[in-house]
């Protein structure tokens, strides 16, 4: 099926809070142009300097988000320009952000990436870590960013009840959050390819969809 069908059948298929983010990492420039023409405007990117390159040749209307683990000394490739940050997870790479945001000018709004699957990713605030921070006063001290939401990967797995506990936890934390972060905190971002599906049944309102789009991955030109 072409990207512009893709596009379209995802669009009729999740409801309507729910926001599609393209995943269109490793893909060329003319691959996003192409959902691009079917109405598709936020694409996720994973490396900075790509991320920064495509919005350079892309058209401007493009909202970008980044889904990638996040270097600090990264962040200023994609600091005047990147919508949302789904992957802060650390305080660290929150200062860095708050930084190159005033430096342009900017608020960015960010995700916290928390940890839910057993293994998959190494990345991520586990909740006792996060109520920590909290308790410390610790996201006070960043106005220039803005803390939208979580992010979560669940475990790669066919066992498709531990994916269901891992949104389930990550849906409770998210809600149970609401009330320190305040009313912009309303971006729960959970479910990929293999599992959007269940992300939206457990309260997702964000899903990161990349392969089903634009086909397997190729990442043997990548360094
Ligand atoms: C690559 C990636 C996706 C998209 O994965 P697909 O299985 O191709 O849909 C989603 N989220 C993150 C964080 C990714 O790195």
Redesign the pocket.
Known sequence: MSIESQITDLRAELPEEVTL?A?S?TYPASDIRKAYDAGQRVF?E?RPQEMKAKFAELPADISWHM??HLQTNKVKYIANFVELI??VDSLRLLETIDKEAAKNGRIINVLLEIYIASKE?KHGWDSEELSQAIAEGAFERFPNVRVKGL?G?ASFTDDMEQVRREFTELKELFVSLKETFGKEFDTLSMG???D?QLAIECGSNMV???????GA?DYSEQS
């Open positions: 983010v995943v990492k996720g994973s889904i990638g789904h992957s990713s992010m990967i990929m390819t293999s959007y990161r969809i990349g392969s089903r789009i634009f991955r």
